[in-house]
C-alpha cells in the first residue's frame, strides 16, 4: 500500500499538482501490471491552501551558498503533503550575478532557476512551487558568479485529504478538512 500512495504522489505532482487558492482536486490513479494490464485504481483526492508565511529557513544563521553548491533542507513535511508553495528570497549577494534553483532532493537539478539575481547586495525573491519526496527532502543549488544568503518562507501547502472522515463528503467538507490540515503545518527545516 506504501508504495502505491508514493506512485499516486509522483504522478499528482507530474500533473502539476493543485496550484489555484483554495484549489480541491481529484484524480484517479490507476495501478498498472508491467504487461500492460490495469491491476486496481485508487481516487486521490487533493487540496491547495494558503498559509503563513511560516519561516523555514534563513541561511543568514550560518554560511552562504556558493556556486555550484547544493544544500540539502529536511522539511517538516508530513506523509500527506505533496508539495509546498515558497517565498524563496536571495540576500546579501556577491559577484556579478547569479541564481538559486529549489526542487525535490530525490531528483538531480532539472536545469531551471528559482530565482536570480544580478549584481552584489542585492535582496530579490520569487515564487515557488516544489514537490516533496517521500524523504522530506529539498535541494537547494547555487549556480552563477558569486554566493549569497536566502530565506525560505511557507506560503502553501498541497496535501491529500483523508476522504474516509465523514465530514470530507461533501465540497464544504473538502474546503474545511482542507482549512484544517493546513493550519497544523509547521515550518522548521534544516540542512543535513
Known sequence: MR??????????????????????????????????????????????????????????????IYPLDEHDLKTSAEPDVLAYTVNLTVTETEGPGGWLAMFPGDISWPGSSSVNWFGPGQNLSNNAFVGIPDSGLITVRCGG???????????????????????????????????????TQSAEWSVV
Open 145 to 183: 558568479q558569486g554566493g549569497t544568503h536566502y530565506v525560505i518562507d511557507v506560503i502553501g501547502v498541497s496535501f491529500v485529504i483523508d476522504t474516509s472522515e465523514p465530514s470530507a463528503t461533501s465540497a464544504e467538507g473538502f474546503r474545511a478538512a482542507a482549512r484544517a490540515r493546513a493550519a
Open 3 to 64: 508504495h502505491q500512495e508514493a506512485e499516486s504522489r509522483r504522478l499528482f505532482l507530474r500533473r502539476g499538482g493543485v496550484v489555484a487558492a483554495g484549489g480541491v482536486a481529484v484524480a484517479t490513479v490507476l495501478a498498472v501490471h508491467p504487461a500492460g494490464a490495469q491491476v486496481g485504481a485508487q481516487a486521490l483526492v487533493a487540496s491547495y491552501e494558503p498559509v503563513g508565511p511560516l519561516r523555514a529557513y534563513d541561511s543568514r544563521n550560518g554560511e552562504k
